[in-house]
């Protein structure tokens, strides 16, 4: 895959889940879906955006792990491979399972297997502190544990004003930054964002 790819694949999958949200929107604004049900499906559009956004990471990090060197003739991959199989069961190990984020384990991943961290590592302040706070959004929903919610209250919605006051992630990402955009709206525009810059400098 070119590394475009990733970020097309991500934008082809926001576009669906935008579609099937644009939908239930629709049915609730007809009285036709409960308040509850529509921010619980927020929640799952979010979800599934963030995993999309999780896999085009891992994905475009095996992209580069095949790269013996970037654009410019530079040292990229520290262990270069021939195919993404082999890409995959280097980061693999003997582990059951990948986790590419949080931010920070994912730079330190880039470090070992990318010549200085490759794009990965390339990321500023604001765009590092999006992620982190999509990945409290998307543990919260995933999870509903204490410990989630709590992140989810500190990175999240200290920050913000809503018309009252909720813990649910659902009703965070249906409220209104703006007349046009939501939560929901940022936050997925803020990790596309993030996989762009990383996919352009792959």
Same mark, same amino acid.
């Given at each position: *895959?070119? &590394?475009? /790819?990733?970020?097309?694949?991500?934008?082809? %999958?926001?576009?669906? $889940?935008? #579609?099937?949200?644009?939908?239930?929107?629709?049915?609730?604004?007809?009285?036709?879906?409960?308040?509850?049900?529509?921010?619980?499906?927020?929640?799952?559009?979010?979800?599934?955006?963030?995993?999309?956004?999780?896999?085009?990471?891992?994905?475009?990090?095996?992209?580069?792990? *095949?790269? &013996?060197? /970037?654009?410019?003739?530079?040292?990229?991959? %520290?262990?270069?491979? $021939?195919? #993404?199989?082999?890409?995959?069961?280097?980061?693999?190990?003997?582990?059951?399972?990948?986790?590419?984020?949080?931010?920070?384990?994912?730079?330190?991943?880039?470090?070992?297997?990318?010549?200085?961290?490759?794009?990965?590592?390339?990321?500023?302040?604001?765009?590092?502190?999006?992620?982190?706070?999509?990945?409290?959004?998307?543990?919260?929903?995933?999870?509903?544990?204490?410990?989630?919610?709590?992140?989810?209250?500190?990175?999240?919605?200290?920050?913000?004003?809503?018309?009252?006051?909720?813990?649910?992630?659902?009703?965070?990402?249906?409220?209104?930054?703006?007349?046009?955009?939501?939560?929901?709206?940022?936050?997925?525009?803020?990790?596309?964002?993030?996989?762009?810059?990383?996919?352009?400098?792959?």
């Amino acid at each position: *895959m070119h &590394p475009n /790819d990733h970020i097309a694949a991500f934008l082809k %999958n926001v576009r669906t $889940t935008r #579609r099937l949200l644009s939908r239930q929107v629709g049915f609730f604004n007809q009285n036709g879906l409960p308040r509850r049900e529509l921010e619980s499906i927020y929640e799952l559009a979010f979800l599934r955006v963030f995993i999309s956004f999780e896999t085009q990471l891992v994905e475009l990090l095996k992209t580069n792990l *095949m790269m &013996p060197v /970037d654009c410019a003739g530079r040292i990229r991959s %520290n262990f270069p491979v $021939t195919n #993404r199989a082999q890409a995959g069961k280097l980061l693999l190990g003997p582990n059951r399972y990948f986790q590419i984020l949080p931010v920070e384990q994912m730079e330190k991943i880039a470090k070992v297997y990318l010549k200085n961290g490759g794009p990965f590592v390339g990321l500023d302040p604001t765009q590092k502190i999006s992620i982190a706070k999509a990945y409290a959004i998307r543990n919260h929903i995933a999870h509903k544990s204490t410990d989630s919610k709590y992140s989810f209250q500190k990175k999240v919605l200290n920050s913000v004003v809503l018309p009252r006051s909720s813990t649910s992630p659902g009703y965070y990402l249906r409220t209104s930054m703006t007349n046009n955009v939501t939560y929901f709206d940022h936050h997925v525009s803020s990790v596309g964002s993030c996989l762009n810059k990383i996919c352009r400098e792959s």
